[in-house]
């Protein structure tokens, strides 16, 4: 059963690009959460996704992110516009369900770097 | 009051020693309280949590002690391992997918 998968693990964007990290959830899990991690402090939650649905997106800045979960394929975060304080570590996790005993297991992560 | 403050920063412990983490919040609704760890270059993963109806529980090395008047939670590791080298992260929730992060406890076990 594989885990949590993200891609692609780096990516390194010039201030201005569109940077685009995908996230697909342990199977059988159908709520994705992502978090952002700046260097030397712990994940920040950004938002979190359920098929086709934005449940909660109270961590994400109001311009320039966004977030889906189509009804197939991966779940996207997309950064417009790059700047550089984009640059950090991007964590999707996901849940079969959303109560909070419930372990959220995370991916690899997606190393964003902007110039 | 949303925050999990987490301490040290760092912490270097012989082979063989007890490492020890702690973390203390404010908020009194939290209700479950995750360790996560993090080796470099991978996502954390879940290391033992609580809940705050008992004051201890362990998993093998790994024993989270909990004090819910002082609002504080703490983590040890017995016979500390090379292997144990990672970041450590507690974290906090209030019954709800939203976990609240500590800023992280970067542990160093020297052989």
């Known amino acids: 059963n594989a885990g949590v998968m993200q891609n692609p693990r780096h990516l390194v964007r010039r201030r201005g690009q569109e940077a685009r990290l995908r996230c697909s959830p342990m199977?059988?899990?159908?709520?994705v959460y992502w978090y952002r991690q700046l260097p030397e402090e712990g994940l920040k939650f950004m938002v979190y996704?359920?098929?086709?649905?934005?449940?909660?997106e109270s961590g994400m800045p109001k311009e320039r992110f966004s977030a889906e979960f189509p009804k197939e394929g991966p779940s996207i975060l997309r950064i417009q516009q790059v700047v550089r304080g984009d640059s950090a570590a991007y964590f999707c996790?996901?849940?079969?369900?959303?109560?909070?005993?419930?372990?959220?297991?995370f991916g690899p992560g997606t190393r964003l770097t902007v110039l | 009051q949303q925050q999990v403050k987490q301490s040290p920063q760092s912490l270097i412990v012989q082979k063989g020693g007890i490492s020890i983490i702690n973390c203390a919040y404010e908020?009194?609704?939290?209700?479950?309280f995750p360790w996560y760890q993090q080796f470099p270059g991978k996502g954390p993963a879940l290391l033992i949590a609580?809940?705050?109806?008992?004051s201890e529980k362990k998993e093998g090395r790994f024993t989270i002690s909990f004090n819910k008047s002082a609002k504080q939670f703490s983590l040890h590791i017995m016979d500390s391992q090379p292997g144990d080298s990672a970041t450590y992260f507690c974290?906090?929730?209030?019954?709800?997918?939203?976990?609240?992060f500590g800023t992280g406890t970067r542990l160093k076990v020297l052989a």
């Open positions: 996790a996901s849940s079969p369900n959303d109560r909070g005993y419930n372990e959220q297991f």
């Open positions: 199977k059988g899990h159908s709520h």
């Open positions: 996704l359920q098929k086709e649905n934005i449940i909660d």
């Open positions: 908020n009194t609704a939290f209700d479950y």
């Open positions: 609580i809940r705050p109806d008992v």
């Open positions: 974290a906090a929730s209030s019954g709800t997918y939203k976990y609240i």
